[in-house]
């Protein structure tokens, strides 16, 4: 056995090293970095069985690093100093200085993908977002945003500004979030040639943020306001919004602040017969899933400690799926349905109540994807539509929650 390990390093760096010098180009060592993701990536979207349960990132960030060094930033240019930027994003000094000197550059083929990565490598090294928000405001103002499904790099990362910085600045995000959306709206509207129009969904997305913002802050008026833009252009360009992921937020901003929808409790698992959603009085906390969910699943822990966290009294959490969300279980009657949902509950979540609703509950909130989270505050309205998956008091919900606690 005592050989067997110098030969195994032997076949490890034989399999390396070779790989590594004979790459010329930036593009053709990242392409070889990404190649196990790529692999595995093409096996899950073909429906086969991947090489490994889990995503091999450790293998491609190990590849990247002994990569980077190869190629001085000073030998790199035009387009080879996007993928030098996207080879080395561990080394995120060397990445900002490569994609900066790229965009600085003439015709750019990788320009909308540069300044998102410029925006990231901006975050990484100063640890702000502050220092990435005027490059996201010269995409939002310039450059291609893609269609609405799936949702853009770019929508995901400014949600992700925008949620992080309300956590120590609401005021700012708040103003991050009128900014976007005022630069999203002036781009469906000024037909410049050079500015490709963006989706009106993202459009709806972003003003949908924003309503809610408004909201947290008291500023119902203003955010009564840009609901009414949203939902006039929605009637007048119906077919430009049908479906979309915009079009599922706006549906939500236009259910906060009203009302909860009826929950038609068709079978509890987990608490009394004469068990009732939505009582006013306390906070409800409702979560949409179903067991064929892993965000779900994963979801559920979370879900557990919230109840833990305040006690029932003060606010209740339920789970709630339907029959027909489940029916993919075998055999798909509702007794072995049931039986799997009290099963699932004991091992992951024994705290909270499992509900089955009607389909029609469904529909009136909108839930066409799970997990979907829905705050009720103790007037009995909605408060935040959403998907997240854990509710510290500083995430998107738990903000929320904290707020309608202390009303």
Not at 143 to 148: F, L, T, V
Not at 236 to 245: C, I, L, Q, T, V
Not at 276 to 290: H, T
Request: charged share 25%; hydrophobic share 40%.
């Amino acid at each position: 056995m005592k050989n067997l390990r110098p030969l195994f390093l032997l076949i490890f760096f034989a399999q390396s090293l070779p790989a590594q010098s004979t790459f010329t180009k930036p593009s053709e060592a990242y392409e070889f970095a990404q190649r196990p993701m790529t692999e595995w990536m093409a096996a899950i979207h073909s429906g086969k069985e991947p090489a490994t349960r889990t995503a091999p990132r450790g293998l491609v960030r190990q590849r990247s690093s002994e990569l980077c060094p190869s190629f001085p930033l000073e030998s790199v240019s035009g387009e080879e100093l996007y993928w030098l930027a996207k080879l080395c994003e561990q080394d995120q000094q060397k990445s900002l200085l490569a994609v900066a000197r790229y965009l600085a550059g003439g015709e750019l083929a990788h320009r909308a993908e540069a300044r998102l990565l410029l925006a990231m490598c901006q975050l990484r090294v100063t640890g702000n977002w502050e220092s990435a928000w005027g490059t996201f405001r010269t995409m939002l103002q310039e450059d291609p945003i893609p269609p609405a499904q799936p949702m853009p790099d770019i929508a995901i990362s400014l949600d992700a500004a925008i949620d992080d910085e309300a956590k120590t600045n609401p005021k700012k995000a708040l103003e991050w979030s009128k900014e976007r959306y005022a630069l999203l709206v002036e781009r469906t509207h000024n037909g410049k040639p050079d500015v490709p129009r963006v989706s009106y969904s993202y459009v709806l997305s972003a003003g949908s943020d924003l309503v809610h913002r408004l909201y947290l802050t008291g500023e119902a008026e203003q955010a009564v306001k840009i609901l009414d833009e949203m939902n006039n252009f929605v009637q007048s360009h119906p077919n430009e919004a049908m479906g979309s992921w915009g079009a599922e937020d706006l549906h939500w901003a236009n259910l906060e602040m009203h009302p909860a929808p009826m929950i038609t409790v068709l079978k509890v698992l987990g608490n009394s017969p004469n068990f009732d959603l939505i009582q006013k009085g306390r906070v409800e906390i409702i979560s949409f899933f179903f067991l064929g969910c892993a965000p779900c699943m994963d979801e559920l822990p979370h879900l557990n400690d919230l109840q833990k966290r305040y006690g029932n009294k003060k606010l209740l959490v339920t789970d709630v799926t339907t029959y027909t969300a489940n029916s993919y279980l075998t055999p798909p009657t509702h007794s072995n349905i049931e039986v799997s949902l009290e099963k699932s509950r004991l091992e992951n979540a024994r705290d909270i109540s499992f509900v089955i609703a009607s389909e029609e509950t469904l529909k009136s909130y909108d839930v066409n994807a799970f997990p979907v989270v829905v705050v009720v505050d103790k007037l009995g309205r909605v408060r935040y539509v959403g998907r997240v998956k854990d509710f510290d008091d500083d995430d998107s919900a738990g903000v929320v929650i904290h707020k309608v606690m202390e009303e």
